[in-house]
């Protein structure tokens, strides 16, 4: 069974509409975190940010803003007043503490296009 | 710069014949991984490596081999690649500890024809 599912597929937004990427978790562990990367069309992969199990706290970094609920396993990604620099594929990771380190666990991705 | 460079970036290769991937970070990271990114399937992980000479398997090992010798080094071994490795293959490292980021490599278009 998948671990992380991102079930968007692909999403099309207009400029400046706002948009949420959609993450749901599976796991047994109490001590976990959390991760969302950004694939830009270049190909890299770009961190936005980390959270850890034990802190439900909604964040906010500018256009984007992160909502993580331990009840329904999600943590979902919303980008306010999308900009066409915004078009990549996102994806969501969770990271579970094993005896030898840290496995890691990426959902599929979302891949969201911003239209002008 | 603090960086992850991976080699080489683009390989076409044939069945069967041995290859190496290299990995090597600046930024004295002890965790380090590998993970394959394919159409469909996201990013999974083929192993990871939480310091020097400690390697565990990810999701997805069957067909690689790994090893740190060295801290800054992680390179990925295909002892007899097949057509369904064609992937492109990315390396990343990070502090030890759980809640650090991981800085991911350039990537390397690997395809086994």
């Known amino acids: 069974a998948q671990k992380v599912t991102q079930a968007q597929t692909e999403i099309s937004v207009v400029e400046k509409e706002d948009v949420t990427l959609d993450c749901v978790y599976e796991?047994?562990?109490?001590?976990?975190?959390l991760f969302w990367y950004k694939q830009p069309p270049s190909g890299e992969l770009v961190f936005l940010i980390r959270?850890?199990?034990?802190?439900?706290q909604n964040e906010i970094s500018g256009r984007y803003s992160w909502n993580f609920q331990k009840s329904t396993s999600s943590f979902n990604f919303t980008i306010t007043a999308s900009q066409v620099v915004d078009s990549a594929v996102y994806f969501c990771?969770?990271?579970?503490?094993?005896?030898?380190?840290?496995?890691?666990?990426f959902g599929t991705g979302t891949s969201l296009t911003v239209i002008p | 710069e603090a960086q992850v460079t991976q080699n080489p970036r683009y390989l076409i290769t044939v069945t069967g014949k041995k290859l190496t991937v290299t990995c090597s970070q600046n930024?004295?990271?002890?965790?380090m991984s590998w993970y394959r990114q394919d159409p469909g399937l996201g990013l999974r992980q083929i192993y990871y490596?939480?310091?020097?000479?400690?390697?565990d398997k990810g999701d997805v090992p069957e067909g690689y081999k790994v090893s740190r010798k060295e801290k800054r080094n992680f390179p990925l071994i295909l002892e007899s690649p097949s057509p369904n490795q064609t992937s492109l293959y990315f390396c990343?490292?990070?502090?030890?500890?759980?809640?650090?980021?991981?800085?991911f490599g350039p990537g390397t278009r690997l395809t086994v024809t």
């Open positions: 990343a490292s990070s502090f030890r500890q759980l809640n650090y980021e991981q800085y």
């Open positions: 796991t047994r562990d109490t001590t976990y975190y």
């Open positions: 959270r850890n199990s034990f802190d439900e």
């Open positions: 990771a969770l990271s579970e503490l094993t005896n030898t380190g840290n496995q890691f666990y």
């Open positions: 930024m004295n990271h002890e965790y």
């Open positions: 490596s939480m310091n020097v000479e400690v390697t």
